[in-house]
Every structure is written in C-alpha cells, then in structure tokens.
C-alpha cells in the first residue's frame, strides 16, 4: 500500500486564498450594515404604524382628548400656529439634546423635557395620556439606534422620533429617519418620499402630514381679526393701526414677524404698503382664507376672516378698513379715513368697515361709520412667512 497523502503547502495555499475570495464576496453581496440597518428601519416602520395606531384610538376613544397633555398650546392651533416637536431621546440620564430649533422643518420650538421618559400616562417624551384608552402600549418606543451628531443642533440627518399635534381638528403627524438604502429616499423601497409628506428625508405618518413644517401651521402668511375694539378717530394713524396689530400678535406669540393692519387713508394702502403675497395666506387656526396677492383683491375669499389672535372665532362683526369695497386695496374715489387719516382728532367723522363674516367683497367694506362713537376691530398680515 503507498502511504497517505496530504495536502501540499501550495494546495493550502491555493484552498485559504479560493475561501477568502469567496468570503469576501458573500460579505460584499450580504452587507451586514445594510442589513443590520434595515432591521432597525423595519422596527422604526412597526413603532411609528403602532403609535399612530394607539394616538387615533386615544383620540377616538378619549372623553376629552388632549394631544398636548399638561404642556399647554404646543399643538398647531390659534395661539400657537406652528407645531412643537416633541422628541425622543435615548432612555438614559445624561446625554440629553439640548436643541430647540429643529433645522429644516419650519416649526420653532423642539420640546426636550421628558426626551427620554418612556411612560404612557402623559409625562413621557409623547405628553398624552394613552392609559385613558385602549392603545396597546406598554410604554413609548425610542429610536433602535439614537444617534445625534451634535445635541444642540438637531436635523433631518439625526436618528430619533418626531411627534406634533394639531387642534380644531384633533390630528397629530410622525417622523423618523429611515437608515437603510432600500428604504431611505431615493431606495428600492423608498418610505421617505412616497409616504404623501411634506418632506422627502423623513418618514412621515398620522392624520395630517402637514402638522410638522408644512400646511396652515407651516411657514405661510398668516391674518387674523383684532380680539380687541378701537375708535376710528384714536387709532394714531396708519402706524398706529400696525402697532396695534403688532401688540396683539406679541402678546400672544406671534412675533418675529411684522403685521400691518389692512387700513386705508388718503395717499396710503394696502397696496403700497403690504407685501403682494405669492402664496396662499391662512387665518392662523390654518383654513385658508385666499390663494395669493390677486386672490386676496378680486372681491371673494375662501373663508372669512372671523379668527382672532387667541384663536377665537367672532362671527360677522365691524372691522375698520377704509376700504369701499370696490377698489379692494387702494384708495377709493371717496375717502373714509376717519378725521384726518386714522389719527386722534376729535369730532363727528366716518369710515370704510367690512363685515368679518362675509366672503364677498363686504368682507372689506362696503359701509361707513361714526369714527367717535363706533369702535371696531382690524384685520391683521403678516408681512412675511413663518
């Protein structure tokens, strides 16, 4: 018998080198970090479908429903136009965010509190109340990865949930960030700008998409009617009319923005004075009130312009305008300024009001009034979008 044979040192060699291409290979086909990052989207997908699930039931099934809980206007609504965004942290003490402008998204507050609290009963990083309905929750999912670059500048790019809320009506609107190529934007199975949002770089999911940086609540110009009442002969002329529009936007966090109350005198108008807006403008609980500049001027608005400041609505009331009516935003033939302009003389003298209620051209004018007897309210625009 001839005696066993081995394996010679080349053959190993040429074996060791065959296995290594070959692991080389399936690693480059398999990517475990794509797969290891799509496991982590595919729990972001199930977390974000279940509490948006668990937010339709609360808000279904909920007495008195509150989408905001204890933390009080942080929903898009009448006092606080824009939405909060509520944020998830990583369930642990210390490395908290403390970021509170949210880069790219259009909203101006990022509510950092309760990031990494993970309760149901109202005090988690979502501030409502789930134990009062039948969600399903054990407690508030966070991001599988948590990942934040800088903690005080949070961006789309970052790994973490999102969550806003609207009143009047009751909605609320999701975000994460997808990790994946397959399912991030642009991917074989893009999640992120296919899910009907607002933006292209998030997944988006809720009752309305537009909640957070987008829609009525989202960077727009915005109008609302005075809560308060002037008399036409004190109103301290043109200027004085913008500071008392500026004064109720303030006082109830509208700021940062200059409005102008839509008032008319001789050789002064709205349509010299404003902005010719290009975009839609909405009263600030967000319906739409016109389409544009054009829109606004051609004698019929969508919605009236019967919101206040407080998110109010008044019905069919006066509102100081100087305007006729027909020329809608230029000095008309007959000119109603109240006295001299708006300003604080005293005497009999009238003005152009329109009716808050109306969606055709009375909406502007169309009547005059006693300035020193009758006190009205004012339409306020911003001047610029926000």
């Known amino acids: 018998m001839g005696a066993n044979r081995g394996f010679t ?29 799509r496991s982590r989207d595919a729990q972001r997908l199930s977390d974000s479908r279940t509490l948006s699930t668990a937010l339709q039931l609360y808000t279904a099934e909920g007495s008195n429903p509150d989408l905001d809980g204890s933390i009080l206007n942080n929903c898009e609504n009448g006092v606080s136009p824009n939405a909060s965004i509520f944020i998830s942290g990583d369930g642990q003490a210390g490395n908290d965010i403390t970021d509170t402008t949210f880069s790219g998204r259009g909203t101006p507050d990022v509510l950092v509190a309760n990031q990494d609290n993970m309760s149901i009963n109202g005090s988690g990083w979502i501030p409502v109340d789930f134990a009062t309905a039948h969600s399903g929750l054990a407690n508030l999912p966070l991001d599988p990865r948590f990942s934040v670059a800088n903690l005080a500048d949070v961006t789309e790019d970052d790994f973490l949930y999102l969550y806003g809320c609207g009143e009047n009506p009751l909605v609320f609107e999701l975000n994460t960030n997808m990790e994946s190529d397959k399912f991030s934007n642009g991917g074989s199975e893009d999640k992120e700008s296919k899910d009907g949002g607002n933006t292209s770089n998030l997944y988006e ?146 003005g152009w009001y329109g009716l808050s209620g109306s969606t055709n051209s009375q909406w502007v004018g169309g009547n005059f009034g006693n300035c020193s007897s009758w006190n009205f309210r004012l339409y306020c625009f911003s001047q610029s979008p926000y």
């Open 205 to 350: 999911i809720g009752t309305d998409l537009s909640v957070i940086g987008g829609g009525g609540g989202a960077v727009s110009y915005k109008v609302f009617i005075t809560s308060q009442q002037y008399y036409g002969n004190a109103m301290g002329g043109i200027s004085g009319a913008d500071s008392k529009c500026q004064a109720r936007a303030n006082a109830v966090g509208l700021g940062g923005v200059t409005w102008k109350a839509w008032i008319v005198a001789d050789g002064s108008s709205p349509s010299s004075a404003f902005v010719h807006f290009a975009t839609p403008i909405y009263r600030i609980d967000g319906a739409q009130v016109v389409d544009n500049w054009a829109d606004l001027i051609d004698g019929t608005i969508v919605n009236p312009i019967n919101v206040t400041e407080n998110g109010s609505s008044i019905g069919n009331v006066q509102v100081w305008t100087g305007d006729d009516g027909n020329t809608i935003g230029e000095v008309p033939d007959t000119v109603r300024s109240c006295a001299t302009n708006w300003d604080n003389a005293t005497g009999a003298s009238t």
């Open 9 to 37: 040192l080349l053959e190993l060699i040429i074996v060791i080198a065959i296995l290594a291409i070959l692991a080389v290979i399936i690693t480059l086909a398999l990517n475990p970090a794509e797969l290891l990052a």
